[in-house]
């Protein structure tokens, strides 16, 4: 678990559900779509089929719910370029190639409907419950975000460009030239009932690892410069996306030269600073110091009304799966990771 290759393929932000699949897993030659409800078992097949891939030696990338980070949405097969995903909503993701690609596999076909559809008052007033949950989560997500990106916005106005872009061309200096700039999106950070959660996997792939340390909201200015230089070198870039605002980045993964950069406010421990301070001018920032204060509050009343919009949200969840996880037949589930399995690597 600890070394897994992890992963969101998915986000809550202040633009309410964004999806990643198409740019994860468009480009795969196979892929295995699960349908179901709640409690059907979806995650639990996935994690089947992975641990079988495992055995036979694959590598894997494991990509988690976003809503509950312990809940595994989907995996790729590295070396089949297959995938395995959850297809239902909120991420649905619906064939492209469909009998040709995409493989559908529909987990209702093993529930017991008329048993399901005793409880279908409960089932439709906690499926309406939390859709007005979410709206109310992203509307207190839409606020911080806005409040963010004043600050930046602010606070950009105090950076000393320059030198913040001299920093990064020294960073430069001792790569290697890469095969050409390539980008692809493995994002390791979001907002659910856990918390923020920041994945360690860029970290635990490089040898070079840098903690952007940005109180100030320019540590994403930071990030496209390191973007521009990558372009420049040619290389091969992996990027995750700031939870909060899509369109900003959080962390970047230069394969080729095997150096992470990873946006943090706090302390971290076994990796190189680089204090985004440095680029501030403290003058013109003291002219911000009211306002970045009470910019504070505001996120922390905010993040604080997010958290318990996805508690309760959570909460009803559980109850949902309930309803599905006592009408399921799970043993055909199990035939059908098998019969998986079997079509991937013959066991």
């Given at each position: 678990m600890?070394?897994?290759?992890r ?6 932000t202040?633009?309410?559900?964004v999806s ?7 480009g795969l ?5 699960i349908?179901?409800g709640?409690?059907?078992?979806k995650?639990?097949l996935?994690r089947n089929i992975a641990?079988?891939?495992e055995?036979?030696?694959y590598t894997i990338e494991y990509?988690y719910?976003?809503s509950?980070?312990l809940s595994?949405d ?5 070396e089949?370029?297959?995938g395995i995903i959850?297809g239902t909503l ?5 064939p492209?190639?469909?009998g040709?690609?995409d493989v559908?596999i529909?987990?209702?076909?093993n ?7 005793m409880?279908?008052n409960?089932i439709c007033e906690?499926?309406d419950?939390?859709?007005?949950l979410y ?8 606020a911080?975000g806005r409040?963010?990106?004043e600050?930046t916005?602010c606070?950009?106005?105090c950076l ?8 990064v061309?020294?960073?430069?200096r001792?790569?290697?030239r890469?095969?050409?700039y ?11 009932h856990?918390g923020r959660?920041?994945y ?6 490089a040898?070079?690892?840098f903690?952007v340390?940005?109180?100030?909201g ?6 496209d ?5 990558a372009?420049?070198?040619g290389?091969?870039?992996v990027?995750?996306p ?5 369109s900003?980045?959080?962390a970047?993964y ?5 150096s ?6 706090d302390?971290s421990?076994d990796?190189?600073?680089?204090n985004m301070d440095?680029?501030i ?19 922390n009343s905010l993040?604080?009304g997010v958290?318990?919009g996805f508690d309760d ?9 309930k ?5 399921m037949?799970?043993s ?8 998986i399995?079997?079509e991937?690597?013959?066991a």
């Amino acid at each position: 678990m600890q070394n897994e290759k992890r992963y969101f393929a998915s986000a809550n932000t202040e633009k309410g559900f964004v999806s990643y699949f198409d740019e994860i897993y468009g480009g795969l030659d196979r892929l295995y779509i699960i349908k179901g409800g709640p409690g059907t078992g979806k995650s639990s097949l996935i994690r089947n089929i992975a641990d079988g891939a495992e055995r036979k030696g694959y590598t894997i990338e494991y990509f988690y719910c976003s809503s509950d980070p312990l809940s595994l949405d989907g995996i790729i097969i590295e070396e089949l370029n297959c995938g395995i995903i959850d297809g239902t909503l909120p991420h649905s993701y619906e064939p492209r190639y469909p009998g040709v690609r995409d493989v559908i596999i529909n987990l209702g076909d093993n529930w017991n409907s008329e048993k399901l559809r005793m409880y279908t008052n409960e089932i439709c007033e906690i499926t309406d419950t939390k859709k007005i949950l979410y709206n109310n989560v992203y509307n207190y997500l839409s606020a911080a975000g806005r409040v963010e990106n004043e600050l930046t916005v602010c606070n950009g106005r105090c950076l000393l460009k320059e030198k913040m872009n001299m920093a990064v061309q020294r960073l430069g200096r001792i790569w290697k030239r890469g095969k050409g700039y390539k980008r692809s999106i493995r994002p390791i950070e979001s907002i659910s009932h856990a918390g923020r959660i920041v994945y360690g996997t860029y970290n635990s792939l490089a040898e070079n690892k840098f903690a952007v340390k940005d109180r100030y909201g320019i540590g994403c200015i930071f990030m496209d410069m390191l973007i521009d230089l990558a372009k420049e070198k040619g290389l091969m870039t992996v990027y995750s996306p700031s939870v909060l605002d899509p369109s900003a980045i959080k962390a970047i993964y230069f394969p080729e030269v095997k150096s992470s950069f990873v946006i943090c406010d706090d302390d971290s421990v076994d990796v190189r600073q680089i204090n985004m301070d440095r680029f501030i001018d403290l003058d013109a920032l003291r002219k911000n110091k009211q306002k970045n204060r009470f910019a504070r509050r505001c996120l922390n009343s905010l993040y604080e009304g997010v958290q318990k919009g996805f508690d309760d949200i959570f909460a009803l969840h559980s109850e949902l799966e309930k309803y599905y996880t006592e009408s399921m037949d799970f043993s055909e589930n199990m035939k059908i990771a098998e019969e998986i399995k079997k079509e991937l690597f013959g066991a």
